[in-house]
């Protein structure tokens, strides 16, 4: 199959950014949205702002994929929470035949086995960029890196080489990859510094600079591997094994270029979105909550974890907002789940 148009089902941030800069490359993309969101792109397009540039792009967006009248030949970007997303396959699987294949470009691991109940042919995409969705119609690329797509289980076909082709075509550097889920477990890894960025109320370029958050950030993600080593996953990066001192070192080199990034600038993970906008609900059971599962059942303890997934949940319940849960207080936190004092120092510089 050749991949004639692309629907973007849950064009939020991400799905937007997508969708519309494969819209400006010239290939035929359509954006399914909130209703709020549709309805500014159609009065005054979509608002795409890159470091670099701002576009105004007049792209096609709609409320229900039933208005996209989608037929042979589309291919579903799959762009929803993973709450969401058996509730949106039940929807799909309606209206596309079970051959459509879905690009799943969401954070997590749970959602390819959900969508392959609907459809044959499933395709998990590593998306490593961020970006923001202030207002309807208006989406905010702040980080850019690249992506990676492969077949679900395993693997690479023709339709991920097109996929690749047509992402890099449009400005997003995309790579195919034989393993997909195994990148995609090691990007849930970095994912469990979403939740710490939500409760203290810090953006990713902050916490690049700031050695405390640095720290943490690296013992948040090495409880996160200690608990895939018992179950025996083996998570991976674009470029091999997945190295997090590697990482934290590149982090840790570029603070005089993250020091001072201005607002329109700074990255913000969705479950900090979330909880500024009080959303009833996060990713944080798909991500920390995963590790939290899967070290009760390996028996590796996970104090760190289990107090970010109880934090975010506090501040949902609360409604509160972001930022309930500077480092000093979620230390203690970590500390009463550890048994330790309350001067356990996981996270200190």
């Known amino acids: 199959m050749t991949i004639r148009r692309y629907i973007v089902y849950g064009a939020g941030a991400v799905g937007s950014v997508v969708g519309g800069l494969l819209h400006r490359a010239g290939y035929a993309a359509c954006l399914v949205g909130r209703p709020a969101h549709v309805e500014a792109i159609r009065a005054r397009g979509l608002r795409l702002e890159t470091p670099t540039e701002t576009l105004t792009l007049d792209i096609p967006a709609v409320s229900h994929l039933a208005e996209a009248a989608p037929g042979e030949g589309d291919a579903i970007l799959l762009g929803v929470k993973a709450t969401q997303t058996a509730a949106a396959m039940a929807d799909i699987a309606r209206q596309v035949p079970p051959t459509t294949p879905v690009l799943c470009l969401q954070n997590g691991i749970a959602n390819e ?12 995409v590593l998306v490593l960029f961020n970006a923001v969705l202030p207002e309807p119609g208006r989406v905010v690329l702040t980080i ?43 990007k849930l890894i970095g994912n469990l510094n979403n939740a710490l960025l939500a409760v203290t109320d810090c953006y990713w370029q902050k916490a690049f600079a700031t050695p405390e958050m640095l720290s943490m950030m690296r013992a948040v993600m090495e409880e996160g591997l200690r608990v895939l080593a018992a179950a025996g996953i083996s998570p991976a990066d674009v470029t091999g094994r997945f190295d997090i001192r590697a990482q934290v070192e590149a982090f840790a080199a570029r603070q005089a270029e993250f020091a001072d990034v201005p607002p329109e600038q700074r990255g ?7 909880l500024h906008f009080r959303r009833p609900e996060t990713e944080v059971e798909y991500l920390n909550g995963e ?24 501040s949902i319940e609360t409604g509160k907002g972001v930022g309930q849960f500077p480092l000093e207080r979620l230390r ?10 309350a001067s356990f120092d996981v996270g200190r510089a």
């Open 291 to 314: 590790i939290v599962r899967l070290g009760e059942r390996y028996g590796v303890p996970t104090p760190i974890n289990r107090a970010l997934l109880a934090a975010v949940r506090e």
């Open 332 to 341: 203690e936190r970590i500390a009463h789940l550890a048994g330790s004092p």
């Open 113 to 124: 086995a959900i969508v392959a109940e609907y459809v044959t042919q499933v395709y998990p």
């Open 144 to 186: 850019m890196d690249f992506l990676a797509v492969g077949r679900f289980p395993k693997g690479t076909d023709a339709l991920t080489a097109q996929v690749a082709a047509d992402f890099t075509a449009a400005g997003l550097p995309t790579r195919e990859h034989p393993d997909a889920m195994a990148v995609k477990w090691g």
């Open 268 to 274: 913000y993970p969705s479950m900090w979105q979330d």
